[in-house]
């Protein structure tokens, strides 16, 4: 079936630091989804990516989706402490109906 | 504007019971899920329903069950609890599987 994984699994990094999270699957994919979780919430919905080689940025927050559709990335430019949680790909399987996610980069700041 | 609610949101119960956790939208999407996330294996997909009286396996389906009478609610009922369902628990909502909303989470206790 199709595997989505997730590197690294844990980020710790000092305020201001840069921090990137890859993904990567095991299929093609239609659609790439970022979500992010804070510490005790529920994952929420971040940006979706759908064509080849798409780059999107929200403020400090840059995603991209490769080139072949099966990884993409995500970049946040000088943490912050609003940055901690756990950052979640997800892409959906054939057909479209279910999401498979991916493992899950836990973000830590040092202040 | 409620959105997607779970109840409830804390429970405890002992192996064998049979315990069901509640999952209600507002928004009329079509699609809901069931997904539990457990320390070092990130969201897996227990059950989906793409409108109402229709439902499908996730990839751990065993020992649960769901049923979608009304397209605003998704109960998930566990038969019979094993310590193994010790788990938190999230439903989701979306209008395709594209985007998913999830609800506040339910964390459930097998004794």
């Known amino acids: 079936g199709q595997q989505v994984m997730q590197i690294p699994q844990y980020q710790h990094v000092q305020e201001g630091e840069d921090f990137t999270t890859y993904c990567n699957s095991s299929t093609t994919l239609s659609n790439i989804q970022w979500y992010k979780q804070r510490p005790g919430g529920h994952p929420v919905f971040l940006i979706q990516l759908v064509k080849s080689g798409e780059v999107k940025k929200q403020k400090r927050l840059t995603f991209q989706f490769g080139e072949a559709k099966k990884n993409s990335s995500l970049h946040i430019t000088a943490t912050q402490t609003t940055d901690v949680g756990t950052y979640f790909c997800a892409g959906p399987n054939f057909g479209n109906e279910k999401l498979t996610f991916g493992t899950g980069t836990r973000l830590t700041i040092i202040p | 504007d409620a959105g997607i609610t779970q109840s409830p949101r804390y429970k405890i119960t002992e192996t064998g019971r049979q315990v069901t956790l509640m999952c209600h939208q507002t928004?009329?999407?079509?699609?809901m899920f069931w997904y539990r996330q457990d320390l070092g294996h990130g969201l897996r997909l227990i059950y989906y329903s793409a409108a109402a009286d229709i439902t499908d396996k996730g990839e751990v389906s065993d020992g649960y069950v769901v049923s979608r009478s009304k397209t605003e609610n998704f109960p998930l009922t566990l038969e019979s609890a094993t310590r193994s369902q010790t788990s938190v628990y999230f439903c989701?909502?979306?209008?395709?599987?594209?985007?998913?909303?999830f609800g506040p989470g339910t964390r459930l206790t097998v004794l």
């Open positions: 989701a909502s979306g209008l395709l599987t594209d985007t998913q909303y």
């Open positions: 928004w009329s999407h079509s699609y």
